[in-house]
Structure formats: C-alpha cells, structure tokens
C-alpha cells in the first residue's frame, strides 16, 4: 500500500524528487477518446515552478512523455503510462538530510520507516514534485469529465488570513475561470493582498498557508456509494494525497458544528423540472452520494516547511539537538501551485465514480 | 466498491436498519489474539442509543453474535464475522420515504442511484445503525492496539458552540479518560452546558451538531505510507464512513492556513533519549507516516437531519414541492454517540498500518 | 489476503466447519434484481452432503439465511450477506489433528501459519464445507446471468478413468443439463460406471479423484481483460479456492503442448450474420478476453484427502513419525459434489467481467 | 482491472509492442536490499527474441531503465518503475489486422472491446512482448527470494511430445541449473530433439506448443493463505497473464483425477528433524499454504497462433470470410523463451507470500 488509487481507475504514481523520472500510470481509462497533449501541457504548467514571482525558481520543463495508453492520440484500453524526466538532479550533496531532519518534512519519519535506506535527495518519493503525475491523471481525467459536461474548477479560498469570493453554493457559474489566470482567485483584488502576504513572507525569509475551495459542476445524482466509497471518503483520499494538506471539508464543513438542524438541512426543491437544493450547504453530497448540486469542498495547506530561517533540529547519529539552516530558495507560498493539484485530485475522484455509474445505469 | 475497506485488513460492513442484521467481516486479523468480548460489549454501549436523555429512546440490544474467527474465544485466522441482529423491524411504513425525500438524508439520492430499489425503512444501508458494525471491527482493533500500548481515545470537542478542553498535543494523558464517561468531554462543567445545548435544541425540535477531537497515543514511529496510504489518508477515508461527517482534519488542521512556516513547523527535540518534537502542530504525522507523536485529528459532525420540525421536500412521483414532517424521535445530537465511532475508524486505520510495519520492520 | 474476491464483484467468505456459522458477503451487486431463493436453494442442495450413497452422510440443511442486501426478494444495493448455521458442531474431540496432522489436509500448513491458534475442528477454515458460502454466491451470480441469457453448467468429465461425454466445444447445447441430475453426468452409462467406482473405493476404505468440465453459453465478444484479469486468471483463482482442486485448463488445455499452430488456431468463420470459430480449442477465451463462442475449462480433484486406511503421518509435539487413523465417515468422491462449486467459481467470474463489460459500452 | 497484481507487491504492466515504451511499477518493496541489475539483464536475456534459431529475429536490446525506487542501486522504499524502450516501432502497416483478425491471437476481441480503438501495430497490449516487464518484476523478486535462500528455476518439460526429465518432486537439487544454458532443459538430448522438432515446425512454415515446468525451493512452511489467495490461486492467476498458457496445475495435477486417495496422499515423515512428505504429490502445496516441500507447477503453452500458412479468418468490415497470409518471421516456439517468464510469474506471487508472512511472523 502506497502511491496507488486502485477503484475503476487505478492511478499509480511513482518518482523521487532527483531519480531519472517521475511518472504515472492509469489503467482503466475507457478506449476512444482523444487526449489534448497541448491542454494537458497547460494544465500542468499551472503547477510547474519557476514561472512567476512567488514560487521556488526551480525550472522544470514537466513536460510528460505519454509512453502507452495511446494509439493516434486516442485512448486504446491499455494502461496509460507518463513520464516527466528530472533534469538537474543531485546537483548538491543532501546527505545531511539523513542526519538532520528538517522540522515539518518528511525525513525523520521516512529515515525511520525505511531505516535509512530512503532517496533523501529533494525530499525523494515525499517531493512536491509528485504532485505533478497525479496532475497527469487528473489533467486526463479533467478532459474525459468536460466531454460529459462536467467541470472541475478550484480557487484560492485564503492566504494569510485574506479571503477571496467563494463560490456560490448553488450557482457558482464557470469555475475553472479562476484556473485560467495566473494567479487563480475570483477576486484580483484578494489576489493582490495575497500576493502582498506572499512577499511579505519571502522578505521575512518565512512561508505561508491558505485554503483552497474546489467545486465540481454539471454532476449527475447518483455518483458515490455508500460508507468507505463516497464522494467524501474517494476525495479526501486523494486530497490528502498532496503533501501539504492537513484538512479537508465538504459544503458547510466544519461549520456543521455549529449549526442546528433546520439551519444546516438544504430544503429540496423544484426548478427547471429538476430536483434540486435551495442551499447547498451538504456540497452536492447526501450520504456520499452526488445529488446533482455543485460538489464542494475546501482543503487546508500547510505553509511550506522549508523556510530559510534557523530552525530547531536534532542530529540522528549524535542524538542532540542542533540548529538547521535549509540551503536554497523555496516556494514562500505553495497554495497557488496546489490549487491545479487539488483539480486534479477531485477529478480523478469523479471520474472513477462517473465509470462506476456508467456501469450501474445499464 | 462501497462498504469495504480493503488494506493489510479488509473490513466489510452489511446490513439495512431494517434487514434481518447488520454485521461486519474483517480479514487479516493475526491468529492468537484473545478477544475479550465483555469489553467489546461495553464499547458497543457507548455507541447504542436509547440509554440516556440526549439520545433517541429506539432500543436495541447491539450484542453482536460472533460467528466465525475465533476458537475458544483467540482469533483463530480465519475471517472474522460478527452480525448484530435488528429487532422490531419494519414497525412502520416507510413507503412515504421512496416519494418524499428528507432533507440531509440519502433518500433522494439513493433513490437516483438504485432506481427505486433501495432499501428505505429506516434509512436501510445508509442509516447509522451501520456505525455498529464499524465499531465491531474498531472494537477489535483497539484491543489489539491496546495489547501494544498503542491507545485510542476521543472526546467532544465541542457542541453547538460549547468548546471542552481539547487534548494536550504534546502530553495528552490517558485519552481513554472521557470515553469512560456517560457524557465523554474532558471538562465536565463544558459537558454540563453541551447537554443543555442539546436539551434545548431538543425541546425545539430541532437537532445541533458538533466536532470530536481523537487521539492516539504509545505509536511508534514509521506507521503509514507516503501519498494515497498515509496515516490522513486512511483515517479521513474510514471517518468519513460515519454518515454525518462533513469535515476531517489533522493536527493543527485547518488553522495552518493562517499560519507562517516559522509557527507551524515543530522543532525537533531530544526527550529522555528520544527524538520528539516541541509542539504537535503536525497532528504526529510528517509525510503520511507517523513521527512518533501523538496522532491527533478531529472530524465535525452535522447535526441529525431528522428533525421534527415541518421541513421543505418535493414529491418525486408529482415533482412538486410538498411540506415533510418526519415523525418518530431522533436523537437531538447523535455526537456523544459518534465518539466511539471516530475512535473505531481511527483504530481500523492504525492497526492496519501497524501490521504492515511489522512486516517492513523484519 | 485471505479469503476475498476482489474485483467489480466483491465476494468475502467467512466461517469455519464447526464455528457458529459458514457465511458470504457480496458487495457490488447492481440494484432492482429479484433473487429466486428456492432456485438458490435447489443450487444449493446440489452441494450439500448426505443426500446419497456416494457421499459423506453429515445431514446438514445448508438453508441460507439472506441477513441482508435484499428489500422485498429484490437487491436493494446494499452488500448482501448470507449466512448458514452449523449445525451438531463440536460433537468429538478434535485436538488430535493439532498433532498430527492428516495427510493430504490442511492441518500442518496451518498449525505453521497460525502457531496452533487455528480452529482444527472439522478443518476448520480450510473445511469443504466452505464451499457453500461461495456457492451461495455463485448461485445469486447465475440467476443474474440467466437474465442475460448467459448459462452456466458443469458435469463430471471423469471420476477414476471413466469419461463422460464431454461437452461439444463449438455448440455445447443446454449445457445445464447434467446439473439437473442427481449424478451430473451427461452419459448416465458412464456415470453409472463412476458410481461403481466409487463403490468400490468406498468398500476400500479409500477414495477417488476425477475431473469436472464446465461451459458458459450466452456469452457475449469482449469480457475480459488483458494479462492479470484476463478471464482464465480470474476463473483459475477462484476455481482454486475449491479445496481439492489441483489444475485448471481452458479450452484444448494441456493437449495445445502436442499440438501445431495450424492445429490449434481456431479459423475465423461467420455464422448466421456473426464472427465465430470454426473449432473451439481456446476454449472461447482470446488474449483473456471472450470472444463470443462456448467458454471452457476443466478443474481436476484430488480425490478425498479423508480416508479410513491407516496412513503414515508425524506428531508434532513428540516430533517422531506414527500411524493415523481417520475416525468417521467422508466422501469417498467428492467430485459430484463439487459440480456446482465449479459452476459458483465460473459464474463469479463471468458475472464479475459482465459488470465491467456493461461500463464500457457506454 | 486488467495489467494489475495487487498484492502486498502491487505490479502494474503497461506498454504495447510498438508504443514509446513497455514497462512496469512495483510498489511494496522493502527498503534496503540492493539489486543486481546486471543480474537482471541476465534474466531478461534469457526471454529476449533473435539470440537463436528457434526465436524470432526481431532484435530488441530489452534494457530496462529503472526510474525510480533505487537510490544509491538500493530499494529505497518509493515505488519501483522500470522501462524498456521500444526501437524500430511501427515500420508496417498493421492497419488490416483491424478489418481480418488473425486466428488465435487477440486481435478480434480486442476488436470488439475496444471499439477498434485498439492499438493493433504488432499485438498491441495483448503482445507477448509485454511478458518482458513481467520478466524485470519477477526477475527483482527472484533476487530478493535468493536472499532468503529461495530459489525458482524452471525447465521446458516437453515440446511436441518431447519430455524433458522432470524435477525430483522430493528432491529437485538446483532448480536454476536449466535455466543457465540457452535451450533451458535437464536433459540435453531431449533438448536435442526437442530443437529438431521446433526446426521441422519452422520448415513447415508452422508452430509448435510444448509444457513448462516450474520449481521453487527453499520455501518455509505456512506462505498462502486459505480460498482465494492460496499459492496455486496467486500462482495461477499470474501465470495466466503469459498470453499463451491455456493450462496450469501444481504437484501432480490433472494425474489426481485417476488417482485414489491412498495413492495421492503424501505421508509424513520426519527428515533431519523436519516434518516432511515421504512423496510431493501435492506440490508444495496444502491448503493453499506451502509446507516446507518443493513447491513445483507445470503451464501449458500453446503454439505461436502467429504462422506464416494461409489461414481461414474473416473481414470484419465486409462480414465475408477470407484467406488470410500473416507476414514477417515469427517463433516457431515460444515455449523457451516462455520459460523465464513462468519463472518470473511464479517469484512475484511467492515473494508477495513471503512479505505477508514476515508480518505474521511477529
């Protein structure tokens, strides 16, 4: 058990930060449909670093070579297969992550699970960098979901305590809008206070955390089953997939809490001849199953870990406590990075739950 | 895909609130584990309803007959079967349930999905009787765990605004204290003003929700796996089991996205010749894998959809928009209740990643 | 990993001989079919012992009692669970098994596996008597595909050098024929010859294996998948889950290693409008998947383990070599009996590729 | 479901003969053990095609790459992907095996499953040059089985009624020894014979067929587990995923349907200090667990459907038969080549069994 998603899809991804490659594979993907390789580049460039202002200037092409899977750049029913080559890898020494772990990172629990014996070059299979073969399989899964009219769109929700416009429960329009621009909010003017936040943290050589709100449209009722593989259980799986989360909610989330009854039940209703919810505050799911409003949700990351800071750290082979000064420069702020990620979690999710139905309406 | 959870475990869950019983399967239990069935009782009863005034008076035994798995009362290897048989079924008439959906509940889309086939009395596969069998299996692996000196425990964080003291990240004691109690909060005088929380709510018909907090504490280090199998991934796919959770998070949990790098991240420290960290932002996980830390999340509860207010519905067979009233009593919080389901999940989830550590430890 | 088929069809089964009960949970069952359980049962009966001279005389009902995943005779699309009670369990004293193992059993692989935890009684887990659980499976599996037009049957291919007539390859007729028979043969001249066989090996206090020959008609073109579901991996692992079960050969089987390419090769043909073979030495099976003519296999059995003879066998505890005498009366042939086992495994798995198949066309 | 194992080892096969790539992931190895990769070459070597004159000339270096899941030429943990480039690809036109299927391959029914979405050049995912990915997992594992003092070796047993010697079922000696000469046999001058028979098949412009036999020692008892994941349920499903096996069985297979209990069973004994069978009938195998024996299998392996006289077959587009002529040079035998890869088949399903019994161990 590790770096597989295995339902209809079965999503494998594979890497280290400084191996030859990083990849994915995807078996199960239905044969016939034609992959937009230029759409796909450009849904991952959203997440590649080094483009802008307030990611790490780490240039990686990502660009993935599809190894199988196609024939004429159509699906043919055999396992997809993709791989991004790391350039520039082992270019300095990281042995002295083996000693030393960095405060918030992976290296102290990777050097005790796999007694040493972990890739710890640029974090290894614990790398960021993985995200971007789960981009692969949810960029894939995106266009499979749009030919059915389904839309997978995600936004910074906050940084830094700034808040952007959520979506709207109900009606929330065309949300891959804010994954078109550069900087993906609903609000520019948030984004700008955000951006301020971000440089801000860089300056003070420090990180920062925020939200990100992803919202599927165009969803039929009737995705999900019941207990370990609804909606809810299918995505927060994939969710906390990406390094840096540490909270997923759904709808009203944790605001649930506080709510009472007749506050939080969404009343059906009758519109256009459809069966729909007044509010949405469930986010499109009712016992893990979608009921044909917008599903919602919002995951928490973490402020990156690797801050040019002194920090407090221990010597494993010496076992005393030691200061720690993390070389080269990092992401100030991955959330805007993650929010193609966290797409692509959501799609990978949907569509495995979209083959289900397929199968259930014969 | 639906009701199993498939690891180093798999755990199967049966049953329709209705239906003859409702039972559980786990496969991967090691042979030579004796099972002590009074205290799996005794964790059954905090979950039976109808035992207090904040709970819903329908009583039911919840004795599970265990029908296979062990041999003079030690896990034998063999799958493990427990079925819970339900009484005084089908008393009423639940047709109206198949016409009018009820807000929050599966009903509508269970009706999409199954094409009107579901089982609806009493909520059938999606009620939260099925939280039994869930806790069977977490019975079970809690006292595996137990037998390591690994223990589980959780508490009412808060309802309808009332916080109780949340667990010490850091040195949280006992975290078995509160489940002890009829009312399991850790502050009684916090527990006091929650139950007349939920008094009111229920003297106004109406329900009230809330969060747990769950620990688990005497992990080693080096538990879970990176990416789709880490600690988060595991225990949010089982929590999110429990019908009315809607959020799940870990450690500082949502509140790192407010954070710097330089608050969030915990230092590193020697302790009595062990590595540990200063704080417990991390929830004990770095990486997916346990660090050696208290595991800490929390999961926030709707409040009960049933509610016996006049709600808003639709007619499916007309497509009109019709008043419900649900009749029967419902518990006004099922959260108290909840509790020792949150702890099952987390045990489920624990245990499995414990019994692949045994094989990577060799 | 135990115990489990795990596939768009989940099949748990559980029990052991002399525990409470032997049991099956199904998950994955589409919605909205009416279950015949007199069919059921008459499927059943097929497997149960006592019924005639030529096997063991235990009297046990084997009546299924359906616990849940049906709502008025009709799957609801919850997981169904079936369970049978044992019946006069524990009745003698089977500590001697974990001593000295019998041969041709399972008794020491087990005490190995589970340290002397396992249940002896009866064989416990690894009993027989297992088989009806998966029968009870293979039965609800059958029923669903005669829906489809799809027919499942088996007959003894020989039992102690005697053949029956086997199935015609390329059109196979009623292939549920012999199972309508109390001896499922389709030469009742050569069963009666079997039958003397088997009286004769009974007489000798010994026992006798055979082969069984199973068909699947109605089978549509493109079931299946390449290399690890294929349909031969999918049938062959749950053909061997039958106890006695020691090979598995599709179509022309261990025959293709004599023969030439320009023998083997089935020629293309069309029939009635349709893609068909010529001849049937695949067995209807290419490259893992169906395609469209009678699918074939053979399962050879081991005769029954359980013989009166005096056999040489060790006792474990004082490590030195003695005499075994099996007490009670067994099977002098279980190859009848495990007719419509074969037919259940085959009916799993052709069901299980069904569902899949029924996705993919959309 | 399709080109997965999924097991306590997860190996996913991707690739089609004429794509970028062909390759494999295997997640759950353990971390620290160092691969031979030039042992591995050797491995490979051994299926690789145009070395000789009883395989085709296509000449492919089959190098693998390994991507990811070494560090330093150490497992380190991360999942393990490997690949081999695919040279000289798509130098014909495969466009009619689209329209005239060639009998016995898989072009007809991928035909129908596809859509004709199919990758067709040279067999697509259905090629047998898809077994060289197999060969580089199993090949690992068969590295680290030797470790443990396992060793898997396999010999052809016979080619056109031609036997080989067979392993001692008792006493096989180095299994692996056949396995080091380039025409794997014990018996070198039915080797002889055997290669004179392939030639007069060559000659004849067809194809000869031929049975493997496959042997693993070392072996502690108690690996498998009971009903569906025993050695012969794993064994069996992996060795079905060589296109070409239409047959396996274990000890002395389809031989116990002739045979009588007291005939069949293996004894006990106690041989320096171990309990042991006098005779190996069953395999290696009871219960599904192994017993400490030989564990020994034999595959049925049909004639290369691939040969150069004309054959019937069909034009789908026109839905009339026709004369089909197949081009290019082809193996008049695959069973040699065959060998390693049933080696391989076999290595992944006994290492996934001994990683579960490390953990049972504990």
């Given at each position: 058990?590790?770096?597989?998603?295995?339902?209809?899809?079965?999503?494998?991804?594979?890497?280290?930060?400084?191996?030859?490659?990083?990849?994915?594979?995807?078996?199960?993907?239905?044969?016939?449909?034609?992959?937009?390789?230029?759409?796909?580049?450009?849904?991952?460039?959203?997440?590649?670093?080094?483009?802008?202002?307030?990611?790490?200037?780490?240039?990686?092409?990502?660009?993935?070579?599809?190894?199988?899977?196609?024939?004429?750049?159509?699906?043919?029913?055999?396992?997809?297969?993709?791989?991004?080559?790391?350039?520039?890898?082992?270019?300095?020494?990281?042995?002295?992550?083996?000693?030393?772990?960095?405060?918030?990172?992976?290296?102290?629990?990777a050097q005790v699970k796999y007694?040493?014996?972990?890739?710890?070059?640029?974090?290894?299979?614990?790398?960021?960098?993985?995200?971007?073969?789960?981009?692969?399989?949810?960029?894939?899964?995106?266009?499979?979901?749009?030919?059915?009219?389904?839309?997978?769109?995600?936004?910074?929700?906050?940084?830094?305590?700034?808040?952007?416009?959520?979506?709207?429960?109900?009606?929330?329009g065309d949300v891959t809008l804010?994954?078109?621009?550069?900087?993906?909010?609903?609000?520019?003017?948030?984004?700008?206070?955000?951006?301020?936040?971000?440089?801000?943290?860089?300056?003070?050589?420090?990180?920062?955390?925020?939200?990100?709100?992803?919202?599927?449209?165009?969803?039929?009722?009737?995705?999900?089953?019941?207990?370990?593989?609804?909606?809810?259980?299918?995505?927060?799986?994939?969710?906390?997939?990406?390094?840096?989360?540490?909270?997923?909610?759904?709808?009203?989330?944790?605001?649930?809490?506080?709510?009472?009854?007749?506050?939080?039940?969404?009343?059906?209703?009758?519109?256009?001849?459809?069966?729909?919810?007044?509010?949405?505050?469930?986010?499109?799911?009712?016992?893990?199953?979608?009921?044909?409003?917008?599903?919602?949700?919002?995951?928490?990351?973490?402020?990156?870990?690797?801050?040019?800071?002194?920090?407090?750290?221990?010597?494993?082979?010496?076992?005393?406590?030691?200061?720690?000064?993390?070389?080269?420069?990092?992401?100030?702020?991955?959330?805007?990075?993650?929010?193609?990620?966290?797409?692509?979690?959501?799609?990978?999710?949907?569509?495995?739950?979209?083959?289900?139905?397929?199968?259930?309406?014969?």
């Amino acid at each position: 058990m590790s770096s597989i998603y295995h339902g209809h899809l079965t999503v494998t991804i594979f890497g280290q930060s400084h191996a030859p490659a990083i990849g994915v594979t995807i078996d199960g993907l239905p044969a016939g449909h034609a992959i937009d390789l230029d759409a796909l580049q450009a849904f991952l460039d959203r997440r590649a670093p080094g483009q802008n202002d307030w990611s790490t200037p780490r240039k990686e092409a990502d660009s993935p070579e599809i190894l199988s899977g196609l024939a004429d750049g159509v699906t043919c029913g055999a396992p997809l297969a993709a791989v991004i080559r790391n350039t520039n890898t082992r270019s300095k020494d990281y042995s002295n992550l083996r000693d030393v772990p960095r405060p918030g990172h992976a290296d102290f629990t990777a050097q005790v699970k796999y007694g040493g014996a972990q890739d710890v070059a640029g974090g290894g299979h614990f790398s960021g960098r993985l995200t971007a073969p789960l981009c692969i399989a949810g960029g894939i899964c995106k266009q499979l979901l749009a030919e059915e009219g389904i839309a997978v769109g995600a936004h910074i929700a906050s940084i830094g305590g700034i808040a952007d416009a959520p979506f709207d429960p109900v009606d929330p329009g065309d949300v891959t809008l804010p994954g078109q621009k550069p900087f993906p909010v609903q609000s520019d003017r948030a984004g700008a206070r955000m951006r301020e936040i971000i440089a801000g943290a860089r300056a003070e050589l420090d990180s920062v955390g925020g939200l990100i709100e992803c919202a599927v449209t165009g969803l039929p009722a009737g995705l999900g089953d019941p207990m370990l593989d609804g909606m809810e259980n299918r995505i927060a799986r994939l969710v906390f997939a990406i390094p840096a989360v540490k909270g997923v909610e759904f709808g009203a989330g944790f605001t649930v809490a506080g709510l009472r009854g007749s506050e939080n039940n969404d009343p059906f209703c009758i519109r256009d001849g459809q069966v729909r919810t007044r509010t949405n505050r469930a986010g499109g799911i009712l016992g893990g199953i979608t009921n044909g409003m917008p599903l919602l949700f919002r995951a928490a990351v973490k402020p990156t870990p690797s801050i040019a800071r002194p920090q407090e750290s221990v010597s494993l082979s010496r076992m005393e406590e030691v200061t720690l000064e993390i070389q080269g420069r990092h992401d100030p702020c991955i959330v805007p990075r993650a929010v193609p990620v966290v797409e692509a979690a959501a799609a990978i999710a949907v569509y495995d739950a979209l083959l289900e139905h397929r199968r259930d309406e014969k």
